[in-house]
């Protein structure tokens, strides 16, 4: 099976502009969850789609949002960006189906704000 | 709330060495736990993993076992190698929220011949 891909795997941007990132997770696999790894914070927990639904979500800013596909494709829009906002964002994908609780990672979308 | 602490790193080992990451966790409830490994400039990957107290997690010469008692969950490994070098992190799930992680602050691990 494919592993999760991410694209693009790195990006620059300019604060204020907007920037969408997109996750295609594992075949058959219908959760996706979005991570943010900064070396302040850490890895931090955005949210989790799954069924094209938000099921859970982390304490971030309205600015951070995310959709899902009917074929569970995700994407993740980060608005007005800000420097803080430069970081690896991770999307790891799942079964989803509260049984099989592994999540695989793709290798990540580099953003850098200037 | 619920946390997971790691050892300070970075952890330097000559090859072969035999190699301890220590993990804590904070819980309200029974989480799974999980350990990641992050090779510089890539995603994370799943190590092993323990769903219960006393399970024992085993993957590529790695071992950690829950330990409800102490609420542990050691990373052991009897002889490392330099392409062990990598960040290793603890993390844990619970079947409720079985979509958030909450991982540890990672551990670098440095092996030298």
């Known amino acids: 099976k494919a592993g999760v891909t991410q694209t693009p795997r790195y990006l620059i941007k300019t604060r204020g502009q907007q920037v969408t990132l997109s996750c295609s997770p594992i075949s058959g696999h219908r959760s996706v969850s979005w991570y943010q790894q900064t070396p302040g914070q850490g890895l931090q927990f955005l949210f989790e789609?799954?069924?094209?639904?938000?099921?859970n979500k982390g304490n971030f800013p309205g600015r951070f949002s995310g959709r899902q596909f009917s074929n569970s494709r995700s994407e993740m829009n980060v608005s007005t960006l800000e420097l803080g906002d430069s970081a690896l964002y991770l999307c790891?994908?799942?079964?989803?189906?509260?049984?099989?609780?592994?999540?695989?990672f793709g290798p990540g979308t580099r953003l850098t704000v200037t | 709330g619920d946390s997971v602490t790691q050892m300070e790193g970075p952890v330097t080992l000559s090859e072969e060495a035999f190699l301890t990451i220590n993990c804590t966790y904070t819980a309200t409830g029974y989480p799974s736990l999980f350990w990641y490994v992050q090779y510089p400039g890539e995603g994370l990957q799943l190590l092993l993993k323990?769903?219960?107290?006393?399970d024992k997690g085993s993957n590529k010469g790695f071992e950690a076992t829950y330990r409800k008692e102490t609420t542990s969950f050691h990373l052991e490994k009897g002889s490392v190698q330099v392409s062990d070098s990598a960040v290793y992190f603890c993390a844990l799930i619970y079947a409720g929220t079985a979509s958030k992680l909450t991982f540890g602050t990672g551990t670098r691990l440095q092996v030298t011949l």
């Open positions: 323990a769903t219960k107290a006393d």
């Open positions: 789609y799954f069924s094209e639904t938000q099921r």
């Open positions: 790891a994908s799942s079964p989803g189906d509260r049984v099989s609780y592994e999540q695989y």
